[in-house]
Nanobody, 123 residues
Framework: QVQLVESGGGLVQAGGSLNLSCAAS????????MGWYRQAPGELRELVAS???????VYADSVKGRFTISRDNAKNTVLLRMNSLKPTDTAVYYC?????????????????WGRGTQVTVSS
């Protein structure tokens, strides 16, 4: 089993900064992509940023230039640095990982999700 635990959400004023971190643990053989999604009330969950094991990054257009994703492959952690926050960034942020596990000799690749952390940006 694999667990993702997020930390770092909270309340911040517009223009402020927050860092979100996520650590994956469990029966992990490798992680291909690791990143962050968010879901605002009444909205669909959307990709915020993702980083592959090879270093390729993807950002939502709405956060380009403001958010930075980094990853420590050895520690199975991912960090999202969020600057110049806007009220429209308010959402529950979820860590997600595309994980390869090997259990009893059987390999499997699945997506795992954290429970989410609330980010609220006040105007």
């Amino acid at each position: 089993q694999v667990q993702l635990v997020e930390s770092g959400g909270g309340l911040v004023q517009a223009g402020g900064s927050l860092n979100l971190s996520c650590a994956a643990s469990g029966s992990i053989f490798g992680i291909e992509a690791m990143g962050w999604y968010r879901q605002a009330p009444g909205e669909l969950r959307e990709l915020v940023a993702s980083k592959s094991s090879g270093g390729s990054t993807v950002y939502a257009d709405s956060v380009k230039g403001r958010f930075t994703i980094s990853r420590d492959n050895a520690k199975n952690t991912v960090l999202l640095r969020m600057n110049s926050l806007k009220p429209t960034d308010t959402a529950v942020y979820y860590c997600a990982a595309d994980v390869l596990t090997v259990v009893a000799g059987l390999a499997a690749r699945n997506d795992f999700w954290g429970r989410g952390t609330q980010v609220t940006v006040s105007s």
